[in-house]
């Protein structure tokens, strides 16, 4: 069993729809949860960081930590064209500077 | 600010060949990573530098492949001889310092294409 894993998809939404993006994980020891994008050719870039449990917000992007569950959430509301993409999520235990990462979600908006 | 330079782009090669990939991280930064992104999978960290100094190469394939930083800054992976399974895309990031909450920044990797 991997430590982390997600649903490759991919996951294909109209534009303006809410999208869920989930990652489960085994590791009680992770605390410092990420969320990248990866756009097709290029490289991942860091979208949300969030601590521990609890919700976080960014303008259109909300990333959700239940640890009780060993399950991390990403939502992206009024969904747009330019957020398709790969989405990666990537954990780490603290004290323990390798990141594990997801498999990758790839999303499509459809106009 | 620049970004993390990686060259080249794309490589073909034959099985048995060699082939080298070369990474510019931002400036200032002390932490140099590379990884190896397989298709359909995420990121595998393959070596990571703090300066001109190994942190962590657990999971670089010795017999076949080596890294090296130039004076704490440019690095260079290479790859003797090649693989068939080899063909992923090669990505370089750098991070300010390497602590596990930092944000590491990306280049846009060297694909391999191993024939």
């Avoid at chain 1, 993006?21 to 097709?40: D, E, I, P, V």
């Avoid at chain 1, 969904?79 to 235990?93: E, H, R």
């Avoid at chain 2, 970004?3 to 070369?22: D, H, L, M, N, T």
Wanted: proline share 5%; aromatic share 12%; glycine share 8%.
């Amino acid at each position: 069993q991997k430590e982390v894993e997600q649903d490759p998809g991919p996951l294909s939404v109209p534009e303006g729809a809410i999208v869920s993006l989930n990652c489960t994980y085994s590791n009680s020891a992770f605390q410092y949860f990420m969320w990248y994008r990866q756009y097709s050719r290029k490289g991942p870039e860091l979208l949300m960081y969030t601590y521990s449990s609890g919700n976080k917000e960014d303008g259109r992007f909300t990333a959700q930590v239940d640890k009780s569950s060993k399950y991390i959430s990403l939502f992206i509301r009024d969904s747009q064209p330019s957020d398709s993409a790969t989405y990666l999520c990537a954990m780490s235990a603290r004290g323990n500077y390798q990141l594990i990462w997801g498999a990758g979600t790839k999303l499509i908006i459809k106009p | 600010e620049a970004g993390v330079a990686q060259s080249p782009r794309y490589k073909i090669i034959e099985k048995r060949q060699s082939v080298a990939f070369w990474c510019n991280p931002i400036s200032g930064h002390a932490t140099l990573y590379w990884y190896q992104q397989i298709l359909g999978q995420g990121p595998k960290l393959l070596i990571q530098f703090q300066n001109n100094g190994v942190v962590d190469d657990s999971q670089l394939p010795k017999d076949r492949f080596s890294a090296e930083r130039l004076k704490g800054v440019d690095s260079t992976l290479k790859i003797q001889p090649a693989k068939l399974e080899d063909s992923a895309v090669y990505l370089c990031a750098s991070s300010l310092e390497g602590y596990y909450q930092e944000t590491q920044y990306f280049g846009p990797g060297t694909r391999l294409l191993v024939l």
